[in-house]
């Protein structure tokens, strides 16, 4: 096992590196996808979905864990059962922050990549195509928001665009599990942190 400081290093430099990098993409509005990638392929993807104007929905960070609210859990629960309407996706670790959701989506090389009960719909970011990552992702917020919607009085959850990361190595992965299981601990240094919390 690395020492303490040195693991709170590789903690803290690998944040700053994804927060940047997811940073500079949220801000921009024209597509991050990659161009002529198939986000339908086997693979691993890194995603993250942030709520609108970073609003804290899903609870809070105490004594570095994360604390869920009832919304919180729900779209926990929302996230664990991707694979009932995408049997073609597998889950690797994921947290539900605050304000946002990290997680990494693995993709089987099967036939059918079908939703079941969830039909993507294009976007201007990505022609959506059924069992890729852009409609894992439209189905999850859909799923999320639904409930916000006959729950309260808030309708707009998410913000537009997602973060996604391709994860091509292995030692890639383990740097962005790494990263995942220790965002609640470094919430406060993390790009997405803000003190917008809701009303």
Request: with cysteine; glycine share 6%; net charge positive.
């Amino acid at each position: 096992m690395c020492p303490l400081k040195t693991r709170q290093a590789f903690v803290y430099n690998i944040n700053l590196f994804f927060a940047k990098d997811m940073s500079q993409s949220f801000g921009k509005r024209k597509s991050i996808r990659l161009k002529e990638f198939n986000y339908s392929s086997a693979g691993f993807y890194f995603v993250t979905i942030c709520t609108d104007d970073k609003i804290h929905l899903f609870g809070k960070i105490i004594d570095n864990e994360v604390r869920l609210n009832t919304a919180g859990r729900i779209a926990q629960e929302c996230w664990s059962e991707i694979p009932v309407h995408y049997p073609r996706v597998k889950l690797d670790v994921f947290t539900i922050m605050p304000n946002h959701v990290h997680g990494i989506l693995i993709i089987e090389n099967h036939a059918n990549t079908r939703a079941q009960d969830i039909v993507p719909l294009q976007s201007q970011y990505q022609k959506t195509l059924s069992g890729s990552i852009g409609a894992i992702v439209r189905g999850y917020k859909i799923g999320v928001s639904k409930w916000f919607q006959q729950n309260t009085q808030i309708k707009d959850v998410w913000q537009k665009n997602y973060y996604e990361h391709v994860i091509r190595k292995e030692e890639s992965l383990l740097k962005i599990q790494e990263y995942i299981l220790n965002n609640p601990a470094s919430w406060e240094k993390d790009g997405f942190f803000c003190e917008n919390y809701l009303e």
